[in-house]
């Protein structure tokens, strides 16, 4: 018997207005510099004030994030953390490496090392719950939240009562836009962020974000949806093998591409990163709603985070916001949703929901 | 579900050596890669030394068998040829490397090459070869080169949990072998010494200038070091349909955070005994049948305190043999978890435990004291292996003989 998961929480930082739960994209940010910067929380609000001074910016988004999603889940002492990211804490790997040089290797700021590595935020998650079970953080691109949440689903295996923080994060910064710019991982001219999708140009838009989802095999009070699987495929060869994978993937599932109410896609707006991604879901998913995100999250490893938040409030709120949307397909009661990711061409994928 | 997981091959290379043999040999006669660092650019050549890796970049091309100039990193080279190593001891084949999964660990990536072209990349007047390393301080992006050189498509992960972070990549590729996800994981980890590094600890002031002392009363702090390795990890179903002789069983294991402190451990190692009884738990195993531990033991006032506190309250009166090898290799961090684990394996192959070295003076707040000399014709059943890290990570690998 295929074991069950739950996502009985969300906490979600972002260059939206999203970590107030009781909304769901109620107002939307524009940006036209290609750089998504989160829309903060007051941090007071999550973090006490001793703590909160000594935090980098990130720390004290992902901290916010996190202890979003334990009051959102009514959870009290998770068994244990789990992050994932791409970059870590570029800000601070920054500063430290600029300090290297400008000081001469002499007298360096240890805060910024400290807080540089990348599992500072699952270390600092556990230190502020007192959480002592199981610790991990992976960093493998854009795998790195789904081997995360795969992680935590192997250990719920054989307790199925217990709960994992299963955390993503990730941040924009100047020196790396400026370097990534220049091998055109971005866009070459400033763009209106959420027409991303209108652009036939390669490119997309830095962005960032953190999100904690609290993953149980049991459902919580506050249950958004079942994780029922997730799967990666790395550089698949052609369009056609990948639509391979994901039908695959389904039918393992019991589920045909019909079945999919709603398909999240992490396209990001690079026509040539996003050309295999496009053909599957032209080809396999023309009933689905054609839900996009990354116009309102930017791209970066852990965007797919981003795009599972999306999946699960669709599932619990029974809504999609318009600014979602991008055909006119109709599903009154949404039961099934399929999010396919991909991460520069190379990272694909697969995470599926469905109703509780 | 759970099925077996067992070690069939395993490959290393740090600053006593190439090759397994090659270290093996440095250990048993009490080799060390420490000294003057040489070839990385640093200020601290000289006043901070460390186990420095005496092969240039592009000789560690030829070793691993890639094209200089094309954006291997130092620490993806490494990486390669460890890797190599590996597989071939495994005997794996070609369909089973495609199949494979393939875990790795770093603690910064590739940010040597970062750090040392962080302007230039950033100028966009400026053009060169040093543009292969656009992307390259990514964590995950030397596990991706990897995984495309040798075609292992099954399952490919990057673990980064600081001085513990190969071990759980160990951990990880068992869970998934248990699960029923993969057949064969390979995992392990890959370091290369970097200013961003050396510099780092050093503002954290637990660097000794001096060879490291493990276990010491008069310890002052670790050596860095640079280094790679990884385990073939295979599962039982697998290791009967081909006939392989397993070379040991990955028999429990022990994750656990300690809840204390941003970079420190806990004073009564909390973390450290958590994770080490994990490890026995999951294996069925007793304290009293452990025959050798393989301490994390990196010389920093902390560590040793609470991980010989730990082994203390873990072990009761009967604390086995235990050594740190952090003395001859200097602490690779990331790799460090499979640096053991592979010096773990030649030490059940071999029925030998190395000796601690630098140890002097007992420390006041233990009782017991690590094994100075090497001892020769001990049967290994049970080995652990310890790796913690900053952020409270601790964890702990338990390995088990397949002769008993």
Redesign the interface.
Known sequence: MKERYYINGVGIVSPQRTFDNAEFLNEITHYNENVLHCVLPEFKEYINPIQLRRLSRMLRVGLSAAVICLRDSKEIAPHG?ITGT???FLHE?AK??EE??QY???Q???TY??Q?????L???V??T?????????????G??FE?SLH?AM??L?PDASQTFLVGAFDETDK?QF???S??G?YKAEPIDSLKLFEYKTTGTLQGEGAAFFSISGTPGENVLCELADLK?I??PEDSHSLAMDVNEFLSANNITTDQVDVLVSGLSGDVKNDEKLKVVIETEFNHSIDVRFKHLSGEY?TASSFGCWVGASILKKQYIPDVLRFNNTIATNPKTVLIINQYMG?NYSLILLKNK | MSRRVFVTGYGIITSIGTGAEKNYESLINRHCGYGAIELLDTVHQTDIPACEIKLHDHELCKLADVPDGSGYTRTALLGVIALREAMAMANLSTNEIKQAGLLSATTTGGIRELEKYYYQLQDSSQQGNFRVFSDSANPGEHTERMAELFGIKGYIGTISTACSSSANTIMMGADLIKNGVLNTAICGGTEALSKFTINGFNTLMILDKEQCRPFDKSRTGLNLGEGAAYLVLESEESILASGKKPIAEVKGYGNTNDAFHQTASSPDGGGAYQAMLHALVMGGVTSSQIDYVNAHGTATENNDLSEGLAMQKLFDAKVPHFSSTKPYTGHTLAAAGAIEAVFCMLAMQHDIIYPSINFKYQMDELTISPQQELIKNIKLNYILSNSFGFGGNASSLLFSSVTK
């Not at chain 1, 540089?116 to 500072?120: E, F, K, Q, R």
């Not at chain 1, 719950?129 to 691109?141: P, R, S």
């Open positions: 953390i791409g970059y870590g790997t430290f490496l290297i040089y001469n290797e002499k360096l700021t240890p090392f400290m540089s590595t990348y599992n500072a699952a270390g600092l556990a230190l719950l007192k959480c002592k079970g199981y610790n991990n953080t992976h960093v493998n691109k795998f790195a081997t992680d192997m250990h295996t020196a400026n370097i990534h220049q091998i991982y990666m790395f550089c490893c190379r």
